[in-house]
């Protein structure tokens, strides 16, 4: 896809929870610390990283599901978080949308798909549509997403696991959006249906120009699916690139561990990076690289600053201080 303006713009975007430990004593959670990116129009943008990082915190502020510690989103030239009317937060709900990994988390198992997914067209245009053309518009989403119409009749117990995904990608599709988050939308189904659900996403991007934010754990649907991938640890944004230069140049060693692991990737790389311990927790983070205590290639410098991230060569950033020591012969020494 050709290069296009920036449909989202994120900078500095910080979303922090107010918790309390085992012992009731307060504290603060920083899911997303700090996060800068842009999002073309038309493009497949991937967030990766392992459970816990912070992806769905991120995708959720660009839903304005909730409001921002600090930072600016804007989406389409808006401010996301300088919503005030209902007319102006009806029309940006029906702009981006959401599908989640487990779909039937979203289907209320008491109503039909009918009544499922007219619910957007009766939020959002109650009196300007008829109950004809609601039907007629379920008919189409259905048949849109490879259902036939008449699945509308059937509750979502009666359904499997990959046709309950295509009925959320078919609501998430209802009021027309220009965005979609996809928070992990493969990852609770069967292999062979990942693959179905995958083209069904790549076909209704090209027909309908969507802009995707996809999100998921695994390397290997995110290289698959997308154009550019961050990388996330612990709320930041550690490696940002193409994805043919994030995978056959990666730099940061979070990414080559990430890569490493990941079993669906055909690597020619024989070095391997095997990550020591699990995540620290992000209401309690190192100091430094938050990375450090798991770095095979830690440094002094590692344990007291944190590293910016920085452009190291054409659209690639990283965020480790490995980079001004020349990173990539350090790594593959
Ligand atoms: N509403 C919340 N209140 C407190 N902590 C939260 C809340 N939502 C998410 N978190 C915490 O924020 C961190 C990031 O969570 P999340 O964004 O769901 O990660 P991911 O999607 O990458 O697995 C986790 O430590 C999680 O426990
Ligand atoms: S800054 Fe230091 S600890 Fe962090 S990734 Fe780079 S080398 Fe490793
Ligand atoms: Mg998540």
Excluded: W
């Amino acid at each position: 896809m050709e290069a296009q303006e920036s449909i989202v713009v994120l900078e500095n975007v910080k979303k922090y929870f107010d918790i309390r430990d085992s012992k009731g004593k307060k504290g603060t959670l920083k899911a997303v610390d700090g996060v800068s990116f842009q999002i073309k129009k038309g493009e497949t943008f991937g967030l990766v990283g392992e459970s816990g990082c912070g992806k769905s915190t991120l995708g959720k502020t660009l839903l304005n599901l909730f409001p921002i510690t600090e930072g600016s989103i804007c989406i389409d030239g808006q401010e996301v978080n300088q919503l005030k009317s209902r007319k102006e937060k009806v029309a940006f709900g029906s702009k981006v949308q959401l599908v989640f990994q487990d779909p039937s988390a979203c289907l209320n198992p008491r109503n039909r798909i009918g009544a499922i997914l007219a619910e957007p067209f009766k939020i959002h245009h109650k009196s300007s549509m008829s109950k004809q053309e609601i039907d007629q518009k379920i008919d189409e989403l259905l048949t849109m997403v490879g259902l036939a119409p008449e699945y509308k009749h059937r509750y979502p117990h009666e359904m499997s696991g990959g046709q309950k995904q295509r009925i959320g990608i078919a609501r998430a599709l209802a009021l027309n959006p220009e965005i979609i988050i996809c928070d992990e939308p493969v990852s609770a189904l069967d292999v062979s249906i990942q693959a179905q659900v995958i083209n069904l996403l790549e076909d209704l991007q090209e027909k309908m120009e969507l802009t995707y934010l996809f999100i998921s754990h695994d390397l290997g649907v995110v290289y698959h699916m997308c154009d550019r991938i961050a990388v996330m640890y612990l709320g930041n944004i550690v490696e940002l690139a193409d994805k043919k230069a994030l995978y056959e140049d990666t730099l940061h060693p979070y990414t080559q561990a990430l890569i490493s692991a990941a079993p669906t990737i055909d690597l020619e790389k024989t070095d391997r990076v095997v990550l020591k311990g699990d995540v620290p927790s992000p209401s309690n983070p190192p100091k430094g690289c938050k990375f450090h205590t798991r770095c095979p290639y830690a440094m002094p410098v590692c344990e007291t600053e944190n590293p910016e991230l920085l452009e190291v060569k054409d659209n690639h950033f990283v965020a480790c201080h490995l980079c001004k020591k020349t990173l990539r012969e350090e790594i593959r020494k």
